[in-house]
């Protein structure tokens, strides 16, 4: 496997969508192709997609700019869990 596509869960209406390329295959377009084809099949089936990715992965936007994605805006991300992911004392 080289490259895979993803797409889910389901937020508030939308498939949140991402892509993976192994890093010896990366910069040939296989991550631009499979996330073309993923936003296209989600759609086909009517369900809407957005791409999420730190700002420092200029790959991943690279990506989602290649596929039409534009609207852009910063967010605070907060993450729970729950204690019995926390390390016992």
Excluded: K
């Excluded at 991550?31 to 999420?52: I, Y």
Aim: with cysteine; proline share 4%.
């Amino acid at each position: 496997l080289v490259a895979q596509g993803m797409a889910g869960p389901r937020a508030r209406g939308l498939l949140e969508m991402g892509v993976w390329t192994r890093p010896s295959h990366r910069r040939r377009g296989l991550g631009t192709l499979v996330s073309l084809h993923t936003a296209v099949a989600c759609e086909a089936r009517g369900d809407a997609v957005w791409w999420n990715t730190n700002a420092d992965n200029v790959g991943s936007i690279q990506i989602a700019r290649r596929i039409g994605f534009r609207t852009e805006r910063p967010y605070d991300l907060v993450a729970y869990r729950t204690s019995d992911w926390l390390p016992h004392e």
